[in-house]
């Protein structure tokens, strides 16, 4: 019998499309679809190629999520190339389609079992490359609210006011950079699991840690990078602004459970830009799709024929093991031989 999570958080994603999508069309029914194409025309071509580099940076540092995860578990005999094609289609999958629709686990199981890895291994590898992400998360936003605590207030009437006053943006931002000084205690002090109700958080060593600290905040700079690079320069908006946007933006988009945070990351991302005219908002708009297009679409094209040609290597693999060994055909010996004739045959049948 199947949980009734695997029912509700997919009506909460589609709940959460709809109710957006009805928010977001409120904002946009002013805008042509030729403005919004104009303002993707528009783009510099050198800064499409910016976001093109922060695209691949932000998989890149995805990669190493995994990477970092094996050398967690002890494992080495995992090529790069493995392992970067590995992490590409897992993400491309749930980035798009959801992490309650189809897991990323589902793809490393299937994956990494076929280089030896138990179910076990899988799962803590999972859990690792979840507990990154979040760390780089954490670290980044604190980083932003502590040093612009004005930031929030972009969202000043869309939230309650205790949420959009500086000071507890900086409280939050102190809080969550505490987090992260915490995890890095624990892990050069070798201290014990952290206990928190069903929650346990255990230390990695040093090594794992500092790797992880890296990587995280590296792959959320290079996906908000896209935006920023395909952001028109005379708005005149800063990295960390859009940085701080974007990971409000993301995180909630993934807290919808809505597939690709359709509708969710537009909403927040364009609402918090504090638009002053139509062609301010049709370059956002331009950027939010070229960050889909990139970050989104484009990588899951990809993953699909990746999977697909990995999958045929496994069956392929699958159906030649099943085959019966070849018989050898047994000697032909002429009638009326002698038995030193009837040796050498066998023999020379032999070689």
């Known amino acids: 019998m199947k949980k009734i999570s695997e029912f509700i958080w997919p009506l909460v994603g589609l709940a959460a499309v709809v109710v957006s999508g009805y928010f977001l069309y409120q904002e946009l029914k002013t805008t042509s679809l030729s403005a919004i194409w104009g303002a993707i025309l528009a783009i510099p071509p050198h800064r499409i190629l910016l976001a093109l580099v922060s695209t691949l940076v932000a998989y890149a540092a995805l990669a190493w999520y995994d990477r970092i995860a094996l050398l967690h578990l002890g494992v080495r005999h995992i090529s790069w190339l493995f392992v970067s094609l590995c992490s590409f289609t897992t993400y491309a999958l749930s980035h ?17 079992t076929a280089k030896g890895l138990s179910a076990a291994q899988v799962a803590v590898l999972v859990a690792l490359c979840s507990f990154t992400f979040f760390l780089g998360t954490v670290s980044l936003g604190g980083l932003t609210l502590v040093l612009d605590p004005h930031l929030l207030s972009r969202l000043e009437g869309k939230l309650p006011a205790v949420f959009t006053d500086p ?22 002090l070798r201290l014990p699991p952290l206990h928190i109700r069903s929650f346990k958080l255990e230390y990695p060593r040093p090594g794992i840690m500092g790797r992880q600290l890296i990587a995280a905040p590296l792959e959320l700079l290079g996906a908000a990078g896209i935006i920023y690079f395909a952001l028109p320069q005379s708005m005149g908006v800063d990295f960390l602004t859009v940085l701080a946007i974007f990971l409000a933006s993301f995180s909630l988009a993934l807290a919808s459970h809505a597939p690709g945070g359709l509708g969710v990351f537009e909403l927040v991302f364009i609402t918090a830009m504090q638009i002053t005219d139509n062609a301010q ?11 889909r297009v990139f970050y ?9 024929v990746i999977v697909l040609m990995f999958e045929r290597s496994r069956l392929a693999a699958a159906v030649g093991k099943t085959q019966p060994e070849a018989v050898p055909e047994p000697p032909v010996i002429a009638p009326g031989l002698d038995a030193h004739e009837i040796e050498h045959k066998l023999k020379e049948k032999a070689v």
């Open 281 to 291: 908002k049709d370059a956002v708009i331009a950027a939010v799709i070229i960050f």
């Open 296 to 304: 989104l679409w484009l990588p899951l094209l990809a993953s699909i």
């Open 167 to 188: 000071k507890t943006a900086l409280i939050v931002g102190i809080g969550m950079l505490a987090f992260v000084a915490l995890y890095v205690a624990g892990s050069i």
């Open 96 to 112: 798009n389609i959801g992490a309650s629709v189809f897991s990323g686990a589902l793809v490393r199981y299937r994956a990494y």
